[in-house]
C-alpha cells in the first residue's frame, strides 16, 4: 500500500494508542453534588462519565501513555519519527511546545520537527492533516510521524459545561495507511467568532454555551454539504460505514445529524435511523471518558475503525471553538481488522477508579 496509482505516496495511520487517566466519576454523582436533576445531564446532555486525573497527572502523562501504546504497536524503530506534532489546548507554557516535554519522556530528539498544535478541539485534526500533507509531499524523507491529541478538560465548578469535562489521549503514528488511509481530499469550513476561549492566564475557558451549539451545527452542515458537493447525498452517505464526531458531549452530535439531515430533507425517521445505526455506536468510548478535547473526535475514529474490513470507509468531523471545523474521510487498512487498540481501553477502564462527590471536590481544590 506504498503508492497510489499516480504514484503519489499514500499516507495514512499505521498505528493508534489511546489513554484514559485512572480516576473517573459519574454524572449523576456531580449532579446529586449541585442539585441538578440526574436526568438533565445522562438524557438531556447524553454524558454518562467524565475521567479525571489525580494530583500530578497530566496532559503529558497522558500523551505519553498514548505514544508509547502507539510506538509499540507500530514496531518501527524510533530514528525513523522525523515529526513530533501534539494538538492541545492543555499547554503548560505559552512559547515551550508540549512535545518538548513528550520528546523529552519518549528519547526523541534529532533530526526531528517537534511542534505543538492549538486551535482548540480542532488542534489534533490539524495535527493529523499537517503530518498526513507533510508525507504525501515527500518533505518526510522516508519518515514517520508521531501524532498526539491530548487534553484535560475542566470547566470551572459549577459551570453548566461541568457535566460534559473529561481527559484523554490518542497518539497516531502517521506513516504506511496500515490501519486506515487518510483520503487527501477533506472539507474545512470556519468563522472567527468567540464561542468557548480561553484568556491568557486564566485556569477555566469561558463558554458562550448556546452559541457554541449553533457554531457547531453550522460548520457541521457546512462541511457535509460540501462532502456531497453536487452528487446523490444518498449515494455519498451509504459510501461510509461509519460517521465519527467532534464529542463534547453526544445530545451535541445528535443535533448536528439533525441539522445535516434536515439540510438534505431526510424525516425524523430517516435521521433517527442514520443516527442510531452510523453515528451513535462511535461514541461508545466517549460516553465513559467525557469530552477530551482534541482527543474527542480521534477516540471516536479509533472506535470506529476497530474491525473495519479493508476499504470500509469512515467519516470524521472535527470542530473547534473560535472557529474551525473539517471533515475528513479515512479508508479501513489491512490491520483495522484485529482492532488492536481496543485493548488500551478496556485495560485503561477497568483499572480506573470512581471517586465520590467529596473526592471530587478535594481534586479541585
Ligand atoms: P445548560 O444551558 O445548563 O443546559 O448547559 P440546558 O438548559 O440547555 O439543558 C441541556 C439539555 O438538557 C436540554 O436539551 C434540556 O432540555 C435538557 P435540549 O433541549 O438542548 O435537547 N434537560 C433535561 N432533560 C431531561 N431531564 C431534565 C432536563 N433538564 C434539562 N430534568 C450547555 C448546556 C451545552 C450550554 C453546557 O453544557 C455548556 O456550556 N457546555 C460547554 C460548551 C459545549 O460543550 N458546546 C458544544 C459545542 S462547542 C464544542 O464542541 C467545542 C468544545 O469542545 C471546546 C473546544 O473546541 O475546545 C466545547
Known amino acids: 500500500m506504498s503508492t497510489s496509482t499516480n504514484e503519489r505516496p499514500l499516507s495514512g495511520i499505521a498505528s493508534i494508542g489511546l489513554h484514559l487517566p485512572p480516576l473517573a466519576m459519574g454524572v449523576e454523582e456531580l449532579a446529586r453534588l449541585r442539585g441538578e436533576d440526574p436526568d438533565k445531564f445522562t438524557i438531556g446532555l447524553g ?5 479525571l486525573c489525580p494530583p500530578d497527572y ?3 502523562e497522558l500523551s505519553v501513555v498514548a505514544a508509547e501504546r502507539a510506538l509499540s504497536r507500530w514496531g518501527g524503530d524510533r530514528d525513523r519519527i522525523g515529526l513530533l506534532a501534539v494538538g492541545t489546548e492543555s499547554a503548560l507554557d505559552m512559547s515551550r511546545p508540549l512535545s518538548a516535554w513528550v520528546a523529552e519522556r519518549l528519547g ?7 511542534y505543538e498544535v492549538k486551535h482548540a478541539c480542532y488542534g489534533g485534526t490539524l495535527a493529523v ?5 507533510w508525507r504525501m509531499a515527500e518533505a518526510n524523507q522516508g519518515r514517520a510521524a508521531l501524532v498526539i491529541a491530548a487534553d484535560v478538560a475542566l470547566y470551572e465548578q459549577g459551570d ?13 503514528v502517521i506513516d504506511e495507511p496500515e490501519v486506515a488511509l487518510i483520503e487527501p481530499h477533506s472539507f474545512p469550513w470556519s468563522e472567527p467568532v468567540f464561542d468557548f476561549w480561553r484568556p491568557v492566564g486564566e485556569a477555566f475557558p469561558r463558554v458562550d454555551g448556546k452559541l457554541s451549539l449553533e457554531c457547531y451545527k453550522r460548520a457541521a452542515e457546512r462541511c457535509f454539504r460540501a462532502l456531497v458537493g453536487q452528487q446523490d447525498p444518498e449515494q455519498v452517505f451509504a459510501d461510509f460505514t461509519a460517521f465519527c464526531f467532534h464529542v463534547p458531549f453526544p445530545k451535541m452530535v445528535l443535533k448536528a445529524v439533525q ?14 435511523t442514520f443516527f442510531a445505526e452510523k453515528v451513535s455506536p462511535t461514541m461508545a468510548w466517549n460516553r465513559l471518558s ?15 475503525l476497530q474491525g473495519l474490513q479493508l476499504g470500509e470507509r469512515v467519516a470524521a468531523f472535527s470542530y473547534g471553538s473560535g472557529f474551525g471545523a473539517e471533515l ?4 479501513a487498512g489491512p490491520k483495522a481488522i484485529s482492532g488492536a487498540w481496543e485493548k488500551d481501553v478496556v485495560t485503561d477502564l477497568a483499572n480506573r477508579q470512581f471517586v465520590d462527590a467529596a473526592a471530587y471536590c478535594a481534586l479541585r481544590a
Do not use: H
Open 47 to 51: 454524558c454518562k462519565a467524565m475521567s
Open 58 to 60: 497530566d496532559v503529558v
Open 108 to 114: 526523541l530528539q534529532g533530526s526531528i520537527r517537534s
Open 129 to 133: 492533516r499537517q503530518a498526513t500533507e
Open 160 to 172: 453548566p459545561g461541568e457535566a460534559t469535562q473529561g481527559a484523554g489521549a490518542v497518539a497516531m
Open 259 to 272: 441539522r445535516v439531515g434536515t439540510f438534505f430533507r431526510w424525516d425524523p425517521e430517516r435521521i433517527a
Open 290 to 304: 467525557g469530552n477530551s478535547y482534541t482527543a474527542s473526535l480521534w477516540i471516536s475514529v479509533a472506535n470506529a
Open 328 to 331: 475528513l474521510t479515512l479508508k
